[in-house]
């Protein structure tokens, strides 16, 4: 399946999104924003355009924000406006409606919608709330990142490094014609099963592509581009 595109997070510096891209990813992505929600991985609206700009056209900008007010959003935007535009926010705090008024404001602007599953919780439990937020959702949005939840967060969906049941992620691209990119704890060891149960858009890695704590400086940058490289490979190899 040498179509699933990559998509590699947590990127904190030029250096990083650089080597990414010559690595072959495709869509590389990064928190940003003016109101400092999360820590040092997030940049400011300039810090963010200063990297994406210097990136080969092919490459697809992603950025990330956990913000939910919308006017924090479109200010954000108005500062610096990535490819996509990445919603990984509570989802229950942003509506479809509120979307609307981004799309609205942005029309060239990709959206793409963070899904919560949650890890340790069985399918049949998650699965009539997943099938309600894809109906709620899929009409504004063009991507869907699934990502994991860990059940006590009450900050944002995804970068835990945990995995979750790859049968939901099945069920959720089966159930909708949004492009789905695949995430939860994936690395070089599991992405080609992930891909194979799933068959999705895409898949996604964070925190399993990052340098090891022991290597990192003090700020925690750093991807580390062995993991980046085989991520990649199997990717594409599955």
Same mark, same amino acid.
């Given at each position: 399946?040498a179509?699933?595109?990559t998509?590699?997070?947590g990127?904190?510096n030029l250096e ?5 891209a010559e690595?072959?990813?495709d /869509? ?6 003016e109101?400092? /929600?999360l ?6 609206c300039?810090?963010a ?5 210097q990136l $080969?056209e092919?490459v697809?900008?992603?950025g990330l924000t956990?913000?939910s007010d919308? =006017?924090? #959003?479109?200010?954000?935007?108005? &500062?610096y406006?990535?490819?996509v535009? /990445?919603?990984s926010? =509570?989802?229950?705090?942003?509506? $479809?409606? !509120? ?5 609205a404001?942005y029309p ?9 599953v949650?890890a340790g ?5 998650q699965? $009539?709330?997943i099938?309600?937020l894809?109906?709620r959702?899929?009409?504004v949005?063009d991507f869907? &990142?699934?990502d ?6 009450? #900050? ?6 945990a995995?979750?049941?790859? @049968?939901i !992620?099945?069920a959720?691209?089966?159930a909708t014609?949004?492009?789905c990119?695949?995430a939860?704890? &994936?690395d070089?060891s ?7 149960m ?7 890695s964070?925190?399993?592509?990052n340098l090891s @704590?022991?290597?990192t400086?003090s &700020?925690?940058?750093?991807k580390?581009?062995?993991?980046v490289?085989?991520?990649v490979e199997?990717? /594409?190899?599955?």
């Amino acid at each position: 399946m040498a179509d699933v595109i990559t998509q590699i997070y947590g990127i904190r510096n030029l250096e990083d999104a650089l080597m990414c891209a010559e690595l072959g990813v495709d /869509h590389i992505g990064m928190a940003y924003g003016e109101v400092k /929600h999360l820590g040092p991985e997030q940049k400011s609206c300039a810090q963010a355009k200063a990297i994406f700009d210097q990136l $080969p056209e092919r490459v697809v900008r992603v950025g990330l924000t956990i913000a939910s007010d919308v =006017d924090e #959003i479109l200010h954000d935007l108005s &500062l610096y406006t990535p490819d996509v535009y /990445h919603l990984s926010g =509570d989802i229950e705090d942003i509506s $479809p409606e !509120d979307i609307q008024r981004i799309r609205a404001a942005y029309p060239g602007l990709k959206i793409m919608q963070a899904l919560p599953v949650y890890a340790g919780v069985p399918y049949e439990e998650q699965w $009539p709330k997943i099938e309600e937020l894809i109906r709620r959702y899929e009409p504004v949005t063009d991507f869907f &990142l699934i990502d994991t939840k860990e059940p006590t967060s009450t #900050i944002g969906i995804g970068a835990t490094g945990a995995e979750h049941d790859r @049968s939901i !992620d099945r069920a959720i691209v089966e159930a909708t014609d949004v492009k789905c990119i695949v995430a939860g704890g &994936l690395d070089a060891s599991n992405v080609a099963e992930a891909i194979h149960m799933t068959h999705p858009y895409g898949v996604d890695s964070c925190t399993r592509t990052n340098l090891s @704590s022991a290597e990192t400086d003090s &700020l925690g940058n750093g991807k580390d581009p062995e993991k980046v490289k085989a991520f990649v490979e199997a990717a /594409h190899n599955a």
